[in-house]
């Protein structure tokens, strides 16, 4: 299963704003998209659609979490996915 | 044509069409199952419709809102179709047969629950997950959704009480006026009036059962709704438009006809609030609410964050008094980290000052950020504490003032025992501040939130006045000429301001909104005629007679239609 890994650049963390966006982005995207913190355990993997699950997540800046996905255009949307999480949204 | 009487809160006359807020939405009884006729793949498509339309709303007023409403708006869309909250709902309608109303009442309570045990930011959100799960309910029922209606053109708003939460939808420029059923003069409804300039009328029973659309006559000083408005009423509608525009200015110097000073000072809960009454001429701060501050806050902030908070109110007033009030929590606003949510009597039980004893610590810190913030402005930083009952608290308070560099302390006189007592009181303290809407309350032993006691609960009432007067000559008993000022909304009334300025008290604080208003009746009063009309109160039966005494020796009132 193609996966990515990225840094969180956003200074809130993956909340607030930053997750409002990401979670929409990844609403958008043709497959279905998971998250999970790097080195935990595949099935604890959350729908990165989720703006509650991102929440619960509790990704702050500088963490490293795990993207995954399945299917046709699965790397294309991983890749624009990491490069989201690697923007600080919060800038903008 | 027919006619409701309430009580006047914030004056202004208007005319135009009502809508209704919509009551809040119930919960739906544990246990609902679904309906014999509904199989659980309808129940489950008609909740992701219900969660869609919610999420089109609110999406919709985002595209419309701006800055952080706007960020808060989209956030908030996006939960409405969220699939975690959505997936455990689902599962409760497949697993347990229950109706999708209860199921997505119980997803939303664990959500919820969740956010708001990871503390910090995630709880604050936590309260927005159950405002998403009361409009999909209410979507799923058929009912209007919660909160104030959203239109694009103005309406009169008609509700049973409003909440604090409700300011931050309530747009000025679309409600044109309130009137509820329930509340009090003090209710929140009022406080939220008056800081927004909007006429209000409270406590009008039957207004709720006006149908949405109706059109009406409100007057805003004489606490009346009318229904199907005179040619008199709409002259006096256009007439206000004008005489609003005056009484906009304050000229920055609280006096009386023949020069007796009395700075008129404005109540604030933020750097913001600040900004405004320093642009409407407000002389300083007689009252700010540093609760207000945190209020959406489930831990204590840091002192750092908090004189950050403080040093922004002070900004706007340079070498003006600021009256900063520590931290008021409890009855009707409870902080989590201070105050016991089941207390059977919160408006009698541990709060304002009080949390000290259960929470030592909070007050020494505040303190501590208030004097930091202090050091680095010009502002002349004076601080009081609320619900002070005795001497002896006073003289605690002093010496925790003392210990942190805090150089002018005084007391809220707000219980009727501080306002007996107060020749002792002030002897610890370097003045004194009547917190009249609570006063009222423990005078009256009325329940400010209360509209069937609104009658009661008003600072006009004899018995009120009389502990006003009697604080101030306690005073002067004490000899030292400890200044005594009012800055609950009774001050924010310009006839009873009059009232109070002849009773003695020094300076008078109010919404920012109010000082224009007050500041030009007061110029039209001598302070001996204040004196005057301040006996005639003291000497009426009931406070009906004593506002009405009084407002019949002073036209201007009914001239500029306050």
Request: charged share 20%; glycine share 8%; net charge negative.
């Amino acid at each position: 299963m193609p996966e990515r890994t990225a840094t969180i650049a956003s200074r809130s963390g993956l909340h607030a704003r930053p997750a409002a966006i990401f979670a929409e982005a990844a609403g958008e995207s043709p497959v279905e998209v998971t998250i999970a913190m790097a080195g935990s355990p595949t099935d604890d993997a959350l729908d990165a659609a989720s703006i509650l699950s991102l929440m619960t997540l509790g990704a702050a800046k500088g963490d490293v979490v795990v993207l995954r996905a399945e299917g046709d255009g699965a790397d294309a949307a991983l890749d624009s996915l990491v490069t989201l999480l690697e923007t600080d949204l919060d800038a903008e | 044509m027919q006619n409701f009487q309430g009580v006047g809160v914030s004056p202004g006359r208007v005319i135009g069409t009502i809508r209704q807020m919509p009551k809040p939405v119930s919960e739906p009884p544990s246990g609902e199952q679904l309906a014999a006729s509904t199989t659980a793949e309808e129940a489950v498509a008609g909740l992701k419709a219900a969660a869609q339309s919610v999420h089109d709303e609110l999406k919709a007023r985002a595209d419309k809102a701006s800055g952080d409403g706007k960020a808060v708006l989209e956030a908030t869309a996006l939960m409405a179709k969220d699939t975690m909250l959505l997936k455990s709902a689902t599962k409760l309608i497949n697993n347990n047969g229950s109706s999708a109303e209860r199921a997505i009442w119980e997803a939303g309570a664990s959500v919820s629950e969740m956010l708001h045990n990871l503390g910090g930011y995630m709880a604050e959100r936590a309260t927005d997950v159950l405002d998403v799960r009361a409009r999909i309910v209410a979507e799923l029922r058929g009912v209007p959704a919660p909160g104030i209606p959203a239109s694009d053109s103005p309406f009169i708003l008609v509700a049973e009480d409003l909440a604090p939460a409700d300011t931050a939808t309530l747009d000025p420029a679309i409600v044109t006026a309130l009137v509820t059923s329930g509340g009090g003069p003090q209710s929140h409804t009022a406080i939220i009036a008056r800081s927004l300039g909007l006429p209000a009328v409270v406590a009008a029973r039957g207004v709720d059962e006006i149908p949405d659309g109706t059109e009406v006559f409100v007057d805003g000083a004489a606490g009346s709704l009318s229904l199907e408005p005179t040619e008199e009423q709409r002259a006096a509608a256009l007439a206000w438009v004008e005489n609003a525009a005056t009484l906009s200015v304050f000229d920055g110097n609280g006096t009386t006809a023949d020069g007796h000073l009395v700075p008129l000072l404005a109540n604030v809960g933020g750097a913001k609030d600040a900004a405004a009454a320093a642009a409407l001429g407000a002389q300083g701060v007689g009252l700010f609410r540093t609760e207000f501050c945190f209020l959406e806050r489930d831990t204590e902030p840091t002192v750092i964050e908090q004189a950050a908070a403080y040093r922004g109110v002070f900004d706007a007033f340079p070498g003006k008094k600021v009256v900063l009030r520590t931290l008021d929590a409890g009855a009707d606003k409870p902080l989590p980290f201070l105050t016991d949510a089941t207390e059977p009597n919160p408006a009698l039980g541990v709060r304002g000052y009080r949390t000290d004893f259960t929470t030592p610590g909070v007050l020494e810190r505040q303190l501590e950020a208030i004097a930091i913030a202090a050091d680095e402005t010009e502002a002349e930083v004076w601080v009081m504490a609320p619900m002070i009952s005795t001497a002896a608290e006073a003289a605690r308070f002093a010496s925790m003032c003392d210990a942190a560099g805090i150089k002018t302390p005084g007391v809220m006189v707000e219980v009727p025992s501080a306002a007996l007592t107060s020749a002792s009181v002030l002897r610890h303290v370097g003045f004194a501040s009547l917190g009249t809407n609570d006063l009222t309350q423990y005078a009256m032993a009325a329940d400010r939130q209360l509209g069937p006691l609104a009658e009661l609960n008003t600072p006009w009432q004899p018995a009120v006045l009389r502990l006003v007067q009697l604080t101030v000559a306690g005073s002067a008993e004490e000899g030292n000429g400890k200044p005594v000022g009012v800055c609950g909304e009774a001050a924010a009334d310009p006839a009873l301001a009059v009232v109070l300025v002849g009773l003695g008290v020094s300076t008078l604080s109010m919404t920012a909104r109010s000082l224009a208003a007050v500041g030009t009746v007061l110029k039209t009063v001598t302070l001996e005629e204040a004196q005057e009309l301040a006996r005639l109160a003291l000497s009426a039966p009931d406070a009906l007679d004593a506002k009405a005494w009084v407002r019949a020796k002073l036209p201007i009132l009914e001239e500029l239609g306050l």
